[in-house]
């Protein structure tokens, strides 16, 4: 009986649509961004540039100490989440960030090993 591998997947599929909703339309974020974010020695601003290929981000953010690929980027529905890691002195530190991005505007939190932060990030114009 071939229907009921059929009926099974169906029946799947709508369960955990069910459960954990359907996955909102993807956000085009491809383009040069400005995240800004409070540290202990001031506002930081930093332009990143994302390239979309399906669920997968890559990109740049330009760090003070040049520029810095973006690794682990994913993009779900409007769920945004990268890591950028940099290397001071001898010190390799990692941020990550997780967003929720609507339109040209994104807003979320950067965890990084001295806790976390809120940040903001809006899309720049050409």
């Avoid at 990143?48 to 690794?71: C, L, N, Y």
Wanted: net charge neutral; hydrophobic share 40%.
């Amino acid at each position: 009986m071939r229907r009921a591998p059929v009926l099974l997947a169906l029946a799947t599929t709508a369960v955990a649509t069910l459960a954990f909703g359907a996955p909102a339309a993807a956000q085009d974020l491809s383009g040069t961004w400005e995240l800004t974010w409070e540290t202990p020695r001031g506002v930081q601003t930093v332009p990143v540039t994302f390239q979309v290929d399906g669920m997968s981000v890559t990109g740049t953010a330009q760090m003070r100490m040049g520029e810095v690929p973006i690794k682990n980027g994913m993009l779900h529905g409007d769920q945004l989440m990268f890591a950028i890691e940099f290397t001071m002195g001898d010190r390799t530190m990692t941020q990550n960030f997780l967003a929720t991005v609507t339109g040209d505007t994104m807003e979320g939190k950067i965890t990084t090993p001295r806790g976390e932060n809120p940040f903001k990030g809006a899309r720049k114009k050409d």
